[in-house]
Nanobody, 123 residues
Framework: QVTLVESGGGLVQAGGSLKLACLYS???LTWVTEAWFRQAPGKDR?????????????DYGNSVKGRFSISRDSAQNTVYLQMNSLKPDDTGVYYC????????????????WGQGTQVTVSS
């Protein structure tokens, strides 16, 4: 069982930055990958970024490459998403997700989800 709690969302102007945090509890499980997804109203859930349990494997969605950065602080049981050069299209609810083994980029492959945090980028 993995529990995930997101924080750090808010309202920001286009071009600005935000840093999201995902506090995780993995209940002794190993090789757990955490990822960020986002969902805008009326749209499917979109892959943003994923990081393996060791931090050695990282993947990004095409729409955020070069602007977002995912990282892990294992001592703090936290995964971060640094978002720079934000655009109005980045608006949505950002979810932290987890899966044991692998670093997938599709929502259906993740077994655990947080409640989400709202990010709104104004133009």
């Amino acid at each position: 069982q993995v529990t995930l709690v997101e924080s750090g969302g808010g309202l920001v102007q286009a071009g600005g930055s935000l840093k999201l945090a995902c506090l995780y509890s993995e209940s002794g499980l190993t090789w757990v990958t955490e990822a960020w997804f986002r969902q805008a109203p009326g749209k499917d859930r979109e892959f943003v970024a994923a990081i393996s349990s060791t931090g050695r494997t990282i993947d990004y969605g095409n729409s955020v490459k070069g602007r977002f950065s995912i990282s892990r602080d294992s001592a703090q049981n936290t995964v971060y998403l640094q978002m720079n050069s934000l655009k109005p299209d980045d608006t949505g609810v950002y979810y932290c997700a987890a899966v044991q083994n692998g670093v997938p980029n599709t929502a259906g492959e993740y077994d655990w989800w947080g409640q989400g945090t709202q990010v709104t980028v104004s133009s």
